[in-house]
């Protein structure tokens, strides 16, 4: 018997159940297109009067706290507004702008450099792995290829900040009450393991929906520039897509013959979220929920500070 799916053709065998797809990755990216598209017709005012569904204005107090911790068990996401000052996100962002420069000037056409300070790569010709460049003692400045092509990944950046005004400011930043708090609030308390900072510009191919895990996973994001416009590239999130749904198993089920088995590309479009928001503006989301980075225009611009969490 076969059966068709969201235009993807799946063969059925009753005799032993043996369950195939016929999925591509050119079916994964035609999905992903789609997407795009319509998120681009609905256009930015749009989803800035939509944020406002996963908008959560806070305050240090216990009422606060709760009703952060029941937004992430029910949406997987919230956002909140002009969560840093604009000054100090300005000055975080000039800093971390400046050393990135600076070691793109010292690459040059090498495959990698390193200096007492940092290391900067292309291809993960040095150190490979995410678990790898997170334990790394310098802060690795990580080139990206395949998806997400030319995106700078700075691997603990607070490292690459020491002793300037930066460090200052990322110190406020991870020891706000706020999101300590919220962390030790959660069902499993967690902890900020490490920080790292995305550098996206004119980043025009991004993966498409995807989860970083099938368990929960939180992360924390502050954006270091103003993302108001869909060419910026907001961080794009399906609301309620860390449950158990019937899209879930879809997924999962489509992407386990491919090469990255947390591929997501059926989600339900009218939970798609584009985070559009302010510089300073705080997000916080469960990562075992579909996701992505929206593609930017050639000129686009889009810098975060990604803060990753970790069981206590």
């Known amino acids: ?9 799946l063969s059925i065998s009753r005799k032993n159940s043996h369950v195939t797809s016929d999925l591509s990755k050119k079916d994964i990216d035609e999905l992903n297109a789609e997407h795009i598209q319509n ?35 029910n949406d997987g996401i919230f956002i909140t507004p002009s969560f840093v000052e604009a000054s100090h996100i300005e000055e975080l962002c000039q800093l971390i702008e400046s050393y990135s420069n600076d070691f793109l000037l010292k690459l040059k ?3 990698y450099y390193e200096d007492e300070l940092a290391l900067i790569q292309t291809k993960q010709c040095k150190i490979k792995g995410y678990a790898s460049l997170a334990a790394y003692p310098k802060a690795t400045l990580d080139i990206r ?47 900020i393991r490490n920080l790292n900072s995305y550098v996206n510009s004119g980043i ?8 970083d895990t099938y368990q929960e996973q939180i992360k924390i994001f502050i954006y270091l520039t103003d993302v108001l416009e869909l060419d910026n ?19 999962q089920y489509l992407s386990k013959n491919q090469k990255a088995k947390t591929e997501t590309p059926v989600v339900p479009f009218d939970q798609v979220y584009p985070i559009l928001a302010p510089k300073g503006s705080l997000v916080i989301s469960d990562q075992s929920g579909s996701h ?3 593609p930017q225009s050639k000129t686009g611009k889009r810098r975060v500070l990604t803060i990753n969490c970790a069981p206590k």
Do not use: C, W
């Open 292 to 294: 992505r980075g929206f």
């Open 39 to 73: 998120i681009l017709m609905n256009g930015k005012d749009y989803y800035i009067d939509k944020s406002q569904d996963i908008s959560l204005p806070t305050a240090d107090d216990k009422n606060k706290i709760s009703d952060a911790v029941q937004r992430l068990s």
């Open 145 to 191: 290829s395949g998806s997400d092509e030319g995106m700078i990944d700075i691997f603990n950046v607070d490292k690459l900040l020491k002793g300037t005004k930066g460090e200052k400011i990322i110190d406020q930043i991870v020891n706000n009450h706020f999101l300590n708090n919220l962390l030790n609030s959660l069902p499993t308390p967690l902890v």
């Open 233 to 251: 590239g907001p961080y794009t999130y399906v609301k309620g897509s860390h449950k158990d749904s019937h899209y879930h198993r879809i997924n």
């Open 109 to 111: 056409k090498e495959k």
């Open 204 to 211: 025009t191919s991004t993966r498409g929906f995807h989860v």
């Open 1 to 9: 018997m076969k059966l068709n799916l969201f235009n993807v053709e």
